[in-house]
């Protein structure tokens, strides 16, 4: 665990989420909060004002999305620690995460206590996730433990299962599915049934939110 106080930077769009989470950090001797923002360029422009250990950036900002902001944070001090919240935890968000290699991905969920341990983990520089997160990933079907290198579970579905996964969100029957793919019934069923396992979902109601939630298909 660092001696020194951690420097963070917010940046998120609602107004009383940053004064919770400002008062939250700032009664904790390890952190110290030096900018509160609700916007990527009103973080950039703090950003190159302040010094700061780590970043805390909302994914969902308004008509903006904060991923945007890892890359220039990351090229500007590779050695700021970027950490990405959300109350809404999709596949894309986990993915991107993943792909940008942050160090750490809190869903907004999560208790006080359980959010500052989490900060406490990246500051101590170790990577860490939510368990909201970590059920968004993929894992291996035989021992349960987590893909290495990381996937999401949409990442490890196949083109076919996609199409299908639209299909049923979008309200087809298997019978109508099999003969707009040209493919038998027993096929769909197999892709279903495949779908349903690679995303730990039970059922075709379960299928169409998960497509709507991961903005696959429009309701």
Same mark, same amino acid.
């Given at each position: 665990? @660092?001696?020194?106080?951690?420097?963070?930077?917010?940046?998120?769009?609602?107004? %009383?989420?940053? /004064?919770?989470?400002?008062?939250?950090?700032?009664?904790?001797?390890?952190?110290?909060?030096?900018? /509160?923002?609700?916007? *990527? #360029?009103?973080?950039? &422009?703090?950003?190159?004002?302040?010094?700061?250990?780590?970043?805390?950036?909302?994914?969902?900002?308004?008509?903006?999305?904060?991923?945007?902001?890892?890359? *220039?944070?990351?090229?500007? /001090? @590779?050695?700021?620690?970027?950490?990405?919240?959300? +109350?809404?935890?999709?596949? #894309?968000?986990? &993915?991107?995460?993943?792909?940008?290699?942050?160090? +750490?991905?809190? /869903?907004?969920?999560?208790?006080?206590?359980?959010?500052?341990?989490?900060?406490? #983990?990246?500051?101590?520089?170790?990577?860490?996730?939510?368990?909201?997160?970590?059920?968004?990933?993929?894992?291996?079907?035989?021992?349960?433990?987590?893909?290495? *290198?990381?996937?999401?579970?949409?990442?490890?579905?196949?083109?076919? #299962?996609?199409?299908? %996964?639209?299909?049923?969100?979008? +309200?087809?029957?298997?019978?109508?599915?099999?003969?707009?793919?040209?493919?038998?019934?027993?096929?769909?069923?197999?892709?279903?049934?495949?779908?349903?396992?690679?995303? +730990?979902?039970?059922?075709?109601?379960?299928?169409?939110?998960?497509?709507?939630?991961?903005?696959?298909?429009? *309701?």
């Amino acid at each position: 665990m @660092p001696n020194r106080v951690v420097r963070i930077l917010l940046v998120d769009d609602h107004d %009383l989420v940053r /004064s919770a989470l400002e008062d939250l950090l700032n009664h904790n001797l390890m952190f110290q909060v030096v900018g /509160s923002v609700a916007t *990527p #360029q009103e973080a950039l &422009e703090k950003f190159q004002s302040v010094h700061c250990d780590m970043v805390l950036i909302d994914i969902e900002l308004k008509n903006e999305c904060g991923t945007e902001l890892a890359l *220039p944070i990351r090229r500007g /001090s @590779p050695k700021t620690k970027i950490v990405f919240v959300s +109350g809404n935890i999709r596949d #894309q968000y986990v &993915e991107y995460a993943i792909n940008m290699k942050v160090d +750490g991905f809190i /869903s907004k969920r999560d208790g006080a206590v359980q959010f500052v341990a989490g900060l406490r #983990q990246i500051a101590d520089g170790t990577r860490y996730f939510s368990d909201d997160v970590l059920e968004r990933m993929a894992t291996c079907s035989r021992t349960g433990k987590l893909l290495s *290198p990381l996937h999401t579970r949409w990442s490890v579905l196949t083109p076919r #299962q996609v199409e299908v %996964l639209r299909y049923i969100a979008s +309200g087809f029957s298997k019978k109508e599915i099999a003969i707009l793919l040209g493919i038998a019934v027993k096929t769909i069923d197999c892709h279903c049934d495949n779908v349903m396992r690679c995303l +730990g979902v039970h059922d075709r109601v379960s299928l169409a939110r998960y497509a709507v939630r991961e903005g696959i298909v429009v *309701p």
